[in-house]
């Protein structure tokens, strides 16, 4: 995506894992503060592994990327209040048996159990953006 943004002629900041943990709102604003007039945020980050990584390590994986996201949204709201942040949910967030994703269908089951942790994730995405958009965060 920050190819693409750039190929098209847009400033294009982005920061890495190696550079910022993300779980940590301090070391997000202090990045945030490196960058001047952000209009668009896209939030690509995520801890992740394969299946049987992902079942072992679920309380590892969702606290990680809730804690990615809090992060996100709590440095954005104080640095770039008028950012819009776009928060790019898995695949493995869709209901289990479908052969096509479908957004009006994302809430319509629950996904296969051995990537639960993602499942809970975007569920705790999905409020808590309906929260901000309503100003009760």
């Known amino acids: 995506l920050y190819k693409l943004l750039q190929k098209k002629g847009l400033n294009v900041c982005g920061v890495s894992s190696s550079e910022c943990d993300l779980r940590s709102y301090s ?10 007039g952000i209009d668009v945020i896209y939030n690509l980050a995520a801890h992740v592994g394969s299946v049987h990584y ?8 969702i606290t990680d990327n809730s ?8 440095a954005s709201k104080e ?7 776009i928060n790019v949910l898995s695949n493995c967030s ?18 296969h159990h051995s990537i639960s942790a993602f499942e809970i994730t ?15 965060i």
């Open 67 to 74: 804690s990615i996201s809090l992060s996100l949204y709590k």
């Open 79 to 85: 640095i770039f209040p008028k950012a819009l942040v």
């Open 54 to 61: 992902v079942s072992e390590k679920a309380a590892e994986v």
């Open 94 to 111: 869709y209901p289990s048996g479908e052969t096509r994703q479908s957004e009006d269908k994302w809430l319509d089951g629950p996904v």
């Open 27 to 36: 070391q997000v604003k202090r990045c945030f503060k490196e960058f001047k």
């Open 122 to 136: 975007s569920d705790f995405y999905f409020i808590f953006l309906i929260l901000i958009k309503s100003n009760i």
